[in-house]
Structures are given as C-alpha cells and as structure tokens.
C-alpha cells in the first residue's frame, strides 16, 4: 500500500430508543472528539457502520440517521483544510435494532416460521426449501430490486441503504456487487493506488424476533459468494487475488453463530490471510483479539463500543456504554485501532482513549495485526461452559428418520430430547442374596 488507509467505526447508535434525552450531551461530546481527532490524523477515508443504527427500523429512526450522519460528515469537512480530502466513504450493514419484526400471532407468522429450523435442524425439508429459495436468487439488476421473504422486515433500511450508501458506493468504488440477498456488497476501491475491497454480510437476518439467539446465528458460504457475486464460470473469489487488502464487516461477532457456522466460516468465509480484520459491533463493549486454530494463522477481529447502548434502560441495573473507534492499516500491512470510551474527566464525560485496553501505543491506537509472535490461548471456564452448552444442544436430541410429523409431500422426521427418550439403568439386590452371602 502507498499510504495509511485510515477509518471511522461507528455501531449500535440505537436511534429512536428510549430515554434519548442523554442522547444530546453524548453528541456534544461526540462532536469534539471527532473533530480533534480529524485535526489530527485527516479526514478518514471510510466509515463504516456495523448494524443497529436504528432502534427498531422505522423511516422515521432512519431519518434521525440521516440527520446524525449529515452533522458528522460536517463535522469532518470543517476540521480539515479545504480541498485536501474527499468526503470518506460510507458503508454500512444491519442490525438486529434496523429491522421490523413481524407480528408473530398474525398472518406474517407462518411465512417465518422456517427460520427457526435453518440452522438447527439442516436436514428439515423446510430449511431445504427455504435455503434452496435463498442462494439459487439472481443479482437485482440496476434499480430492481429482488423479491424475497425478507422484504417487509428490511425493507425499510433498503430504501435507505439504496438512497444514502448504495448511490455513493456506485460513484466511489472502482468495482461494487450488490447480492441478491438483502444488505450485502462487496466494493473496491483504489486508494491512492492501494487496492483494497470492503465486504459487508448481512448477520441479523435470522434473528428476526425477540429471544436469546447466542450460539444460533449463521453467516453460510451461500451469503458470502452472492455477496461477491457470481457470474458464469468465474470464481468470486478472485476479488482477494486483485487488491492487497480487505476487511469484513458485520453486526455480529462470530461467537454468536452455532457451531456448524463458526466452523464454516472460518473454513469457507474467513480463511486466516483472506481479510486483514473482521470489524463488527453488538456486544456494545470495544474488544480486540486474534485467533488461531490448532496452531494455524491467525485470524484478527475488532469489536466497536455502543455510540449509544440501551442494555438495562430504565433499571435499577442501567448502564449505558457510549464508545466509537478509529483504525488504520499502515503501509506495511500493521492493522491498528483506537478505541475510545466515553468516561468521565474531572467535573464532565468525553470521550477518550478506553482504559479497558492496555497496551496502547504513544498514539493511542491498539496494534491488532500482526501482533509479532503469538502464543496459544487455551479456553477458560467462561469459553468452556459456552463449548458445552453448544455441545448440548446439537448432541442433546434423538431424530427418528421415517416417522414423519408433517402434512402432505414434504414431512420432517421427529426430533426428540435425549432425556425424554433415555430410560436409565436401575438394579437392585434381592434381600434373599443379601442374607445368603
């Protein structure tokens, strides 16, 4: 690369939540960080939006986006010299929060219903079907979009993806696919003659009802090669072989897919050298780390802070986590972020560098790859208990192929608790034993 490619990471603003009263200090605060940290380092070149912008995906929230996004882009045009850099690029993916839901004892409810069984049952000839009617889809072409069943639930944030990212990302990239699938792309761009691609993954879309969806998420092969796109006999993948750099964005972090889909996602989507950094946000904490498997390559991920958390409103328990971050990858390929918190400084909060992460370099900024030699991180009892709990829940049932509980053509076998099917051993000796011996 000929110079610093540098970026803003922005998630989980959560427009239009409750209690956004201490909303309008935070942005203050917000304002004088940006800024001073543009004053400083430039104008980034990205900004990347990882999911739940919104708080329940109504036009209304999406227009408190635009509104935030419009003083932000201010913000940065006016903290530098005119002339001297281009507006940065805006790129964003959903959010569980970006999303309607349906009304699930309404009419809507069947039509969902197959989510449920996607990822935990693959050999249901509904998730079959349902998995059929999703990756065998053609790229919409140019202003027409691709019916799907996903359409009344991100329809809004498409309309405003097609408005605010998708015009601008079509101006700005040297090359940009749209997948049929809802949300995802993949962009290119030339970068002061640095080529580097940008791939955005769609990871809410099966979490679309309440519920504790840890462990049960999916981001398939499927997904990534349409977010590539597929034309003919080319391979999609062939997008890594033509730019020196690439990040992957998403909401989720990959801790919250089932087993079968951290293993293929690390198999089939991020296969360690294929992406200098993972970049996604929802857990509202800042983190940083890199994984290697079985003394493999690493694999590097980045975690953003909540601009603006809502866990606990309105408890006695509440607490509001508000943090953004910085990166850059260096000319020579060192990925660096700056996590910053806002936390309280003397008699006022701003935001500043997050003391959670403590090897910081004189300029703040955490050094995430490479990271020079790595040593080996076994599991502690927190990672060890999630391990069983997987274990449990994809060992823990009995299927029992030719009894069918459906109606008509299409049957699916009966699934049934191991504990309910397992009838434990008992013995016992006879009194007439006992007094013998």
Not at 199 to 220: C, H, I, M
Request: charged content about 25%; overall charge negative; glycine content about 8%.
């Amino acid at each position: 690369m000929t110079r610093i490619v540098q970026w803003l990471h922005i998630s989980d603003l959560h427009l239009g939540c409750e209690g956004r009263g201490l909303w309008w200090q935070t942005e203050n605060d917000f304002e004088r960080s940006v800024r001073e940290v543009v004053r400083e380092i430039g104008t980034p070149d990205f900004i990347f939006l990882t999911g739940d912008m919104t708080n329940s995906g109504t036009e209304d929230q999406f227009k408190l986006v635009d509104g935030f996004l419009d003083k932000l882009l201010n913000w940065i045009a006016e903290s530098v010299l005119p002339n001297k850099q281009a507006d940065p690029v805006l790129l964003a993916v959903p959010g569980n929060h970006d999303f309607v839901r349906p009304e699930l004892d309404g009419p809507d409810a069947l039509r969902y219903q197959a989510l449920d069984s996607y990822e935990e049952d693959r050999d249901n000839p509904y998730a079959k079907i349902l998995a059929k009617s999703l990756w065998t889809g053609k790229p919409a072409k140019k202003h027409q979009a691709t019916k799907t069943i996903f359409d009344p639930l991100f329809g809004n944030y498409q309309h405003w993806f097609e408005k605010r990212i998708k015009s601008q990302l079509e101006d700005r990239a040297q090359h940009v696919h749209f997948s049929h699938f809802p949300c995802d792309f993949a962009a290119e761009f030339d970068v002061d003659g640095s080529n580097l691609a940008v791939v955005g993954l769609n990871s809410a879309w099966l979490q679309y009802k309440a519920g504790d969806f840890e462990r049960k998420l999916t981001v398939p092969m499927e997904q990534f090669h349409a977010a590539l796109g597929l034309g003919g006999v080319e391979n999609p993948l062939q997008l890594f072989d033509r730019n020196e750099r690439a990040l992957l964005i998403m909401h989720h972090p990959p801790t919250w897919f089932s087993i079968r889909a951290r293993q293929s996602f690390n198999e089939d989507v991020y296969t360690p050298e294929r992406f200098s950094l993972c970049l996604f946000g929802h857990q509202h904490e800042g983190r940083a780390e890199s994984v290697l498997m079985s003394g493999g390559r690493p694999r590097y991920y980045f975690q953003a802070p909540s601009l603006f958390g809502v866990e606990h409103y309105g408890t006695s328990r509440e607490r509001r986590s508000m943090g953004y971050a910085w990166g850059q990858v260096t000319v020579d390929g060192v990925v660096r972020v700056r996590p910053l918190m806002r936390v309280s400084q003397g008699d006022a909060p701003s935001f500043g560098d997050d003391p959670s992460f403590a090897e910081k370099d004189e300029n703040g900024y955490v050094h995430i790859a490479p990271v020079g030699p790595i040593t080996p991180v076994y599991f502690d009892s927190a990672d060890l208990k999630g391990y069983l709990e997987d274990l449990q829940a994809e060992t823990g049932f009995v299927k029992i192929s030719g009894i069918g509980s459906g109606a008509g053509k299409v049957k699916s076998a009966s699934r049934y608790p191991i504990e309910h099917l397992y009838t434990p051993l008992r013995s016992r000796i006879a009194m007439s034993e006992v007094q013998n011996s």
